[in-house]
């Protein structure tokens, strides 16, 4: 049964560019949550998808935006990076988006 | 105040110690929380989900929730060096957050 999947796991980017995150939950799976780890921080919640919608948000700018696919893998896009962006980027599913939630290895962005 | 509290550590025991991680929230209504583990430039690995206060088991672990103190503690017995890792708690999120977490605590055993 494989767990929580995420590609790439490792991107440069510079300032400006634009990048996008992919995600497939665990099997059985409905929910997909992102999350951003900076460097000795613990994960902030970005936003969650379910049934292919933006559920709920945290306090991330427009720039950050998702999608839920009919597979319920999802997608994670950052426009116009900033160097402050650089962090790893965490997926995490669950069922009916309950509490008890998987991640994924994540995928670490680097901005430049 | 921040929503949960976590020492950051680094915490460094001897193989064989029983350690005690400690966090502390600030909304007496959560009700579900967690513990997990993170090694280095891994994803966070779930490894306790308790809900309301009381006492959880599973094997070298034990998750202990106090709600009358906001206080959630995580216990390992006999640790091992394949403990050694960053641990992180968290409960449920308020409003618009599913899951809200500490900082980390960070562990390393040595054999």
């Known amino acids: 049964d494989a767990g929580v999947t995420q590609s790439p796991t490792h991107l440069i980017k510079t300032r400006g560019q634009q990048v996008t995150l992919r995600c497939s939950p665990k099997s059985g799976h409905d929910t997909v949550s992102w999350y951003q780890q900076a460097l000795g921080q613990g994960p902030q919640f970005i936003f969650q998808y379910y049934e292919e919608e933006e559920r709920q948000r945290g306090n991330f700018p427009d720039r950050f935006s998702g999608h839920q696919f009919p597979n319920y893998s999802s997608e994670l896009n950052v426009n116009a990076l900033l160097l402050g962006d650089s962090a790893l980027y965490l997926c995490?599913?669950?069922?009916?988006?309950?509490?008890?939630?998987?991640f994924g290895p994540g995928t670490r962005l680097t901005v430049l | 105040q921040k929503e949960v509290e976590q020492d950051p550590g680094p915490l460094s025991v001897p193989e064989g110690a029983i350690v005690s991680l400690n966090c502390t929230y600030s909304n007496s209504a959560f009700q579900y929380f967690m513990w997990y583990r993170q090694y280095s430039r891994k994803g966070p690995e779930l490894l306790m989900y308790?809900?309301?206060?009381g006492n959880k088991e599973d094997g070298r672990f034990t998750a202990q929730v106090d709600k009358s103190s906001k206080y959630i503690s995580l216990f390992i017995r006999d640790s091992q060096p394949s403990d050694s890792a960053t641990y992180l708690c968290a409960h449920e999120g308020s409003g618009n957050t599913p899951l809200v977490f500490g900082k980390g605590t960070r562990l390393s055993v040595i054999a």
């Open positions: 308790t809900y309301s206060s």
């Open positions: 995490a599913s669950s069922l009916n988006y309950r509490n008890e939630q998987f």
